[in-house]
């Protein structure tokens, strides 16, 4: 079965300074991968995808990732983090359950992303 | 494009009442939608599919009977929440798919949540 692991529950980081969230997945095929962004109390908004093509996804909000399938990885990436990025950061893996056949995103548990001015 | 609401955004009701929450895709057509459970500070967990004209496809360890799913219309879904316990107190998170992005794209737009509280 698929799973999403998010290794940092919650991170820290500098107004003004680079940002990378760190997502690692597993599946057996290639995944349909996603980045979600979920402001208290709201629900998610979508980052950034990938599904095929180019390892380098650029986003909204000035956001990348890369897909690395050696690694197994989707890590999002922000070159200047704003205090407005002050959110939860959801990674997600769309495919194909083996239990039930059907299409299903599985989330990671998430990471906390503080900025400090 | 592709947006996705919830309604009610928050309620509050008695231990013992249903609750009824809707979720709609008010630009596009979504054969499928999705309910998505999330408790604070903790990921979202798919509840269950919602398949539009035929029964949902209810996760293991949720109840069916308990949370009712109806998709009656191609952006329309609803779930209710029978006889509500304090323990189903939590963020109620829909989703649709765009059935015009194709069935292989896996996006889901997401609904902006409700907050159910069960006294």
């Known amino acids: 079965a698929q799973s999403v692991t998010q290794p940092d529950i919650h991170i820290t980081v500098s107004e003004g300074t680079s940002l990378e969230l760190r997502c690692n997945y597993s599946?057996?095929?290639?995944?349909?991968l996603f980045w979600y962004v979920q402001s208290p109390g709201q629900g998610l908004q979508l980052l950034l995808k990938?599904?095929?093509?180019?390892?380098l996804v650029q986003g909204i909000k000035g956001f990348e990732a890369e897909f690395k399938r050696s690694q197994s990885s989707f890590n999002l990436r922000k070159p200047s983090v704003h205090w407005s990025d002050a959110a939860e950061y959801f990674c997600?893996?769309?495919?194909?359950?083996?239990?039930?056949?059907?299409?299903?995103?599985?989330f990671g548990s998430g990471t906390r992303l503080q900025v400090q001015p | 494009g592709a947006v996705v609401s919830q309604h009610p955004s928050w309620v509050i009701c008695k231990s013992g009442t249903s609750v009824k929450i809707e979720c709609r895709s008010l630009?596009?057509?979504?054969?499928?939608m999705f309910w998505y459970r999330q408790f604070p500070k903790q990921s979202l967990m798919l509840m269950a599919t919602?398949?539009?004209?035929?029964?949902?496809?209810?996760e293991q360890g949720v109840e069916k009977d308990k949370f009712l799913i109806n998709h009656a219309s191609l952006t329309l879904s609803t779930l209710t929440v029978t006889s509500a316990h304090p323990e189903d107190s939590s963020f109620y998170i829909c989703?649709?798919?765009?059935?015009?992005?194709?069935?292989?794209?896996?996006?889901?737009?997401f609904g902006p949540g409700t907050r159910l509280t069960v006294l």
């Open positions: 989703s649709a798919r765009d059935q015009g992005q194709g069935a292989a794209y896996n996006e889901q737009f």
């Open positions: 599946y057996g095929a290639t995944p349909y």
């Open positions: 990938y599904f095929s093509g180019d390892t």
């Open positions: 997600a893996v769309g495919a194909v359950l083996m239990d039930t056949g059907r299409r299903a995103l599985t």
């Open positions: 630009d596009f057509q979504a054969t499928t």
């Open positions: 919602s398949n539009e004209g035929s029964k949902a496809t209810y």
